[in-house]
């Protein structure tokens, strides 16, 4: 990421050094993925869809600890080993809206509420921003090499309430509409502390 644009991160601190950690990201271009892994402090396993392991890409992302998840059905060998990264103390990255949109938090989906409540992770936004503004020349589906891309890293916080790990429909209700409090507010505050 650092050879191919110029990412400026913030906030890496945040992230807890040790144990469990959920990084949850907005998703507004390709990127975005391999550049909070790129960026953040510790090694990311992120939950990936299952398109994308194809040809050399399918052994390349599962040596660097990806995660295939079948997004049309409830995936449960992709749960388990998601759990299985937080429950041996490493750091799951998710994006919380399922898919690429307008990574501005609009419609969380109740995953990153699951994983958040059923383990006790702490989740750290993440907001990444400048990926979309300009299209290369050389190549239209990324962002012009060398253009300037900002990571920024907020605060921890915990999704439930503390009361327990059940994960009835209420309690991820619950918790999805604190979980989108916490990453819309991140996502302003870093707007504004990167201008854009």
């Known amino acids: 990421m650092y050879g191919l644009w110029r990412p400026r991160v913030l906030g890496t601190w945040r992230v807890p050094a040790s144990g469990p950690v959920i990084l949850a990201g907005n998703h507004s271009h390709n990127i975005d993925g391999p550049m909070m892994m790129g960026t953040a402090p510790r090694p990311v396993h992120f939950l990936i869809k299952k398109e994308a392991f194809i040809g050399p890409l399918d052994p390349f992302l599962r040596g660097i600890g990806q ?34 949109g307008g990574g501005d938090f609009a419609s969380l989906r109740a995953g ?5 409540v059923r383990s006790g992770a702490p989740i750290v936004p993440v907001a990444v921003l400048g990926s979309t503004e300009r299209r290369g020349r050389l190549i239209p589906a990324l ?9 920024v890293f907020g605060d921890p916080f915990d999704a439930g309430d503390g009361s327990s790990r059940r994960t009835t429909r209420k309690v991820l ?4 509409v604190r979980i989108q409090e916490r990453l819309t507010a991140h996502l302003e505050n870093a707007r504004r502390s990167t201008e854009r």
Request: aromatic letters at 6%; hydrophobic letters at 40%.
């Open 173 to 176: 209700d619950e918790a999805t």
């Open 112 to 116: 990153l509420a699951y994983f958040a």
């Open 67 to 100: 995660l295939k998840v079948d997004r049309e059905s409830a995936d449960r060998t992709a749960i388990t080993n998601a759990l299985g990264v937080l429950e041996r103390g490493g750091v799951l990255g998710i994006f919380p809206e399922g898919t690429r």
């Open 143 to 151: 962002p012009p090499l060398r253009s300037r891309v900002d990571v």
